[in-house]
């Protein structure tokens, strides 16, 4: 599986946008990008998958550049109801891949 | 539809004692894994089985055994329980024979060793 990274920890204000943005430079052309977000106590929950360009559903955008080495979360006006860890995870999309986590970004939203 | 769903919640457990943690998901998915968290830390796979009759380790097997039952159910076992052990584990699964590989997890099982 391609190796992500992603930064530790951001902080942000109520009601601004957030973009939270992973490397994998070495992502195969099979490879898709998948967000995932997970709350204090609970499993984690699919936010989003994409493979190129752009993708976009009721609770976030991803923003593939077109080498796909990197891929930007983007969450619209942020409520503290979104402060939770999110984990950018590469990997093709069926078959035997398994799914590997990394460290993910811990986000914190300030009142 | 109950999702994944994990038995039991919550265990303490002696040193060198054995458990099995259950798990179910009724999603007919083709895939499913075993994860442990510690305080503070990401996910890491444990087990993971791609269908059923297969299974293959993860990052961190040591100390573990798995086994898929049916297509349904996977189940984590620790045959001696150490402290380093104690962590919280989470079942998924995905993969719909459609493609979709969304991941479901299940609330967890708190596992102390003491």
């Known amino acids: 599986l391609a190796k992500t990274t992603q930064p530790i920890s951001m902080d942000s204000y109520e009601g601004q946008e957030v973009n939270i943005t992973c490397s994998h430079n070495?992502?195969?052309?099979?490879?898709?990008i998948t967000w995932y977000q997970q709350f204090p106590s609970q499993g984690p929950r699919f936010i989003i998958q994409?493979?190129?360009t752009k993708v976009t559903n009721e609770v976030a955008s991803l923003f593939i550049p077109a080498d796909r080495k990197s891929s930007t979360l983007s969450l619209p006006r942020v409520s503290l109801s979104d402060t939770a860890v999110y984990y950018c995870?590469?990997?093709?999309?069926?078959?035997?891949?398994?799914?590997?986590f990394g460290k993910g970004t811990r986000l914190s939203v300030i009142a | 539809n109950a999702g994944v769903t994990q038995t039991p919640k919550f265990q303490v457990l002696k040193t060198g004692q054995s458990m099995t943690l259950q798990c179910a998901q009724d999603?007919?998915?083709?895939?499913m894994y075993w994860y442990r968290q510690d305080p503070g830390m990401g996910l890491r796979l444990i087990y993971y089985?791609?269908?059923?009759?297969?299974?293959d380790k993860g990052e961190v097997p040591n100390g573990y055994n798995v086994s898929r039952l049916n297509k349904r159910e996977f189940s984590l076992r620790l045959e001696s329980a150490a402290p380093s052990q104690t962590s919280v584990y989470f079942c998924?699964?995905?993969?719909?024979?459609?493609?979709?590989?969304?991941?479901?997890f299940g609330q967890g099982t708190r596992l102390t060793v003491v």
């Open positions: 999603m007919n998915h083709n895939s």
């Open positions: 089985s791609a269908s059923e009759g297969t299974t």
């Open positions: 998924a699964s995905s993969e719909v024979p459609d493609g979709n590989t969304e991941a479901f």
């Open positions: 994409g493979y190129k």
């Open positions: 070495n992502i195969a052309t099979n490879d898709y």
């Open positions: 995870l590469v990997g093709a999309k069926a078959g035997n891949t398994p799914l590997v």
